[in-house]
């Protein structure tokens, strides 16, 4: 059974559906941070098996490291080297 069209060929709102969410290249950024904060964590505890509370405390530094990276550059001037980090959107300052 097809479905109804209107003028110009489209279908009526609400009855199309964006395909996008199953691209294989949409959520790339998710994926490259996941797989920042799974080799962070491979390097320090490599196959060691930490307590709960250990474990808490390395997925906290990583995650201070990771919204410590820098994102873009904020000035025009070649000699200030502020950087524009996540922590910035998050905390209003850098780590």
């Known amino acids: 059974m097809q479905q109804p069209q209107q003028e110009g060929g489209r ?3 609400g009855q199309g559906r964006n395909r996008m969410e199953r691209a ?3 959520g790339g950024y998710w994926e490259r941070l996941v797989r920042s ?3 962070a964590l491979s390097k ?3 196959r060691c098996h930490a307590k709960p ?3 808490r405390t390395v ?3 990583i ?3 990771i919204n410590d990276r820098p994102l873009t550059i904020v000035s025009d ?3 200030d080297q502020l950087a524009l980090t996540p922590a910035h959107f998050l905390i209003g300052r850098e780590l």
Request: glycine share 4%; aromatic share 4%; charged share 40%.
């Open 53 to 55: 509370d250990d474990l």
């Open 59 to 61: 997925l906290c530094e």
């Open 37 to 39: 904060i799974k080799v």
């Open 11 to 13: 279908r009526p709102s």
């Open 77 to 79: 001037r070649p000699d």
């Open 24 to 26: 294989p290249w949409c």
């Open 63 to 65: 995650e201070a490291r």
């Open 44 to 46: 320090v505890l490599g």
